[in-house]
C-alpha cells in the first residue's frame, strides 16, 4: 500500500513517507484471527492495507460484544492507545475476513514523531478529526433514525471502499449502528426493494448514490 493513500499520512513529504515506510511491517490475518486483545499491552500502531478489521469490547461476562467500529483499507487502529498513561489496548480487533496490517512498531514511530515535526502535525490533525467523527456518530445514534443511520453507514463505506464492498453480519452491524438484529434486516430488505441497494450475499453495490442520500434527513 502507498501510504500516501492513508488519511493519517496524506499530507507528509515523501522523505517522511519513506522513513515511515522503513519502519512498517506486513501481517497477514485469517478471517476470524485476533490481531490485539483489550489490555494487552500497546507494541504497534496498525494500518488496515486490505481487508476488514472489527474493534469491539466484551461485557464484563466476556460473553457480549460490542462492535466499536470497523476498519478498512487505509485506516489506521490503535493511534489513541499509544498515548495512553498505561499502554494497553482499550479495545480487542480481529478480522472479518482474510485481511492484511501494515504495523509500525510503537517506539520507532514516537522517534519518527519527535524527529520530523510534520509528522507530528499530522497526527494532531488525524485525532482532530477522529474526535469529529466520534461526536458525529454520537449525533447520529441519539437523533437520527435506523434507516437513516444505515444509509449513512453505506454510504460512508461505499466513499471509502467503493462498488462492491462486503457487509458485516446483521448482528454486528446492529452492535455499531446502536439498534437490534431485526431492525437491520428489514431495512436492509426495503433499501433492497426500492433499488437504493443491490446485495449479492453479503456484498453491496449502491447503483446510485445520491437516492440513497436522500433519504438522510
Request: with cysteine; net charge neutral; glycine share 6%.
Amino acid at each position: 500500500m502507498d501510504l500516501k493513500q492513508v488519511p493519517l499520512f496524506r499530507d507528509l513529504a515523501l522523505e517522511d513517507l519513506r522513513a515511515l515506510e522503513q519502519e512498517t511491517r506486513a501481517r497477514r490475518l485469517k478471517r476470524g484471527e485476533v490481531l490485539f486483545l483489550e489490555g494487552e499491552p500497546v507494541q504497534s500502531l496498525f494500518v488496515v492495507e486490505k481487508g476488514l478489521i472489527k474493534v469491539y469490547k466484551l461485557d464484563p461476562e466476556g460473553r457480549k460484544q460490542v462492535v466499536l467500529h470497523l476498519e478498512g483499507p487505509g485506516r489506521v487502529l490503535a493511534e489513541v492507545a499509544l498515548f495512553l498513561d498505561r499502554p494497553t489496548y482499550p479495545a480487542s480487533a480481529e478480522a472479518l475476513e482474510e485481511s492484511q496490517v501494515l504495523a509500525i512498531p510503537k517506539e520507532r514511530f514516537f522517534q519518527l514523531v519527535e524527529a520530523r515535526p510534520p509528522l507530528a502535525r499530522a497526527l494532531i490533525r488525524y485525532l482532530a478529526r477522529r474526535q469529529g467523527q466520534l461526536l458525529h456518530l454520537l449525533d447520529r445514534l441519539v437523533f437520527h433514525e435506523v434507516r437513516e443511520r444505515l444509509c449513512e453507514y453505506l454510504l460512508e463505506r461505499f466513499h471509502q471502499e467503493g462498488q462492491g464492498f462486503p457487509l458485516p453480519t446483521n448482528p454486528e452491524l446492529a452492535a455499531l449502528l446502536g439498534t437490534i438484529p431485526e431492525a437491520i434486516s428489514r431495512n436492509l430488505g426495503q433499501l433492497y426493494r426500492q433499488g437504493l441497494i443491490r446485495l449479492k450475499g453479503r456484498t453491496v453495490e449502491i447503483p446510485d448514490p445520491q437516492a440513497l442520500a436522500g433519504q438522510i434527513h
